[in-house]
């Protein structure tokens, strides 16, 4: 069976789809916002419109050997592509070597792969994409299913408790967040599990820092600036996924 090859040999495979689901995220950053097609027109030049051939669209290399230049017209091609490219390569090669070739490994490489592409696009636009979100709790919630049927009903809850909590801040301070943060919480519980509650507890305790920070930065100017809130709970969601077990352990063990 090809499943008993090496952890290795996976995680370089899913290094390499991740490479391409981060570049499919440069196109879904550069267009969704904007209500563009993702298909069409085919990838080009911002600055010249030149139509860009296969070796161009090799994810992170092209940009190297090109060093960051259209080679058409010269015009300078932004660091973000191979940065997306390269986080979303990272993180599936890094959940198939952290879990193996198993549904919890797939549902992690899920889980990293789709946050890149809501992160860049909450970071410039302060929106998360349904087009990502939406699919991937679908899918997450089905690989959760089959990772344990028998308790099939742990992601099914914790997503529902997570975009519930979110939607329920959602609902009573408006301004807070956007609904697009719900949506997101549903995704975290369906890949998490339990560890959904340490991750909102990180997130929230960052946001909550940055939120001091800026006070004290910029005083009551800082009430009026709008920080995207998706980081935070994609930085939450990656480091429940590593730690979240440890850390619920370590809260179970003072409650008693
Ligand atoms: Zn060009």
Redesign the pocket.
């Known amino acids: 069976m090809l499943l008993g090859a090496p952890t290795a040999y996976w995680a370089v495979v899913a290094g390499v789809l991740g490479l391409c689901l981060g570049s499919f995220a440069t196109v879904v950053a550069s267009r969704w916002p904007a209500g563009a097609s993702l298909v069409r027109p085919r990838s080009h ?1 911002t ?2 419109e ?1 139509t860009l051939g296969a070796a161009e669209l090799v994810p992170v290399l092209s940009w190297l050997a090109l060093r960051g230049r ?1 080679r ?2 010269g ?1 300078g091609v932004s660091w973000r592509y191979p940065a997306i490219e390269l986080a979303s390569g990272a993180l599936a090669a890094g959940a198939i070597a952290g879990f193996g070739p198993t549904w919890e490994g797939l549902a992690a490489a899920l889980l990293g792969v789709s946050l890149v592409p809501v992160v860049a696009i909450d970071l410039e636009h302060k929106l998360i994409p349904d087009l990502v979100v939406l699919p991937a709790a679908a899918v997450a919630l089905a690989v959760g299913v089959a990772a344990d049927p028998a308790r099939w009903w742990v992601p099914v809850a914790a997503a529902l408790g997570a975009g519930g909590f979110m939607f329920m801040l959602w609902f009573l301070y408006p301004g807070g967040m956007g609904f697009g943060d719900v949506k997101l919480a549903l995704l975290m519980g369906a890949v998490l599990g339990a560890s959904v509650v340490p991750a909102l507890v990180v997130a929230f305790a960052g946001g909550a820092a940055l939120g001091v920070a800026l006070l004290a930065r910029f005083g009551a100017r800082a009430r009026r600036m709008a920080v995207p809130f998706g980081p935070f709970l994609a930085a939450g969601a990656l480091v429940a996924l590593w730690w979240g077990p440890s850390m619920l352990g370590w809260y179970a063990e003072r409650l008693g």
Do not use: D, E, I, K
């Open positions: 030049c600055s010249c030149r259209c058409g017209c015009a």
